[in-house]
């Protein structure tokens, strides 16, 4: 009988020992999933941050392009001002 027990104790220590590894085996697996997770979301965030700052160049060489379109637009219109007075002048004479 207590050989029985013996190996009951036996039997109940490998069964513990086997579901601990199993037990580590899914926290590692959960670890390197969640490490996995982790690398996604950092690059995702690089990934937007980089495009904000594309956009934000982008951005400013529109409002320069802008800017210098209006500075065209402008010296054109005195352009065609200087244009119509000489037009004028030349026909009242």
Do not use: Y
């Amino acid at each position: 009988m207590r050989k029985l027990t013996i190996a009951g104790f036996a039997l109940a220590t490998a069964l513990t020992a086997g579901c601990a590894t199993t037990d580590q085996n899914g926290i590692d697996e959960a670890n390197a999933t969640a490490s996995s997770a982790e690398q996604t979301a950092n690059n995702a965030l690089n990934t937007a941050n980089s495009a904000a700052r594309d956009a934000r160049t982008a951005q400013k060489t529109a409002e320069e392009a802008l800017a210098a379109a209006r500075a065209a637009q402008k010296s054109a219109d005195e352009a065609n001002e200087r244009a119509k007075r000489m037009l004028q002048r030349a026909s009242q004479k």
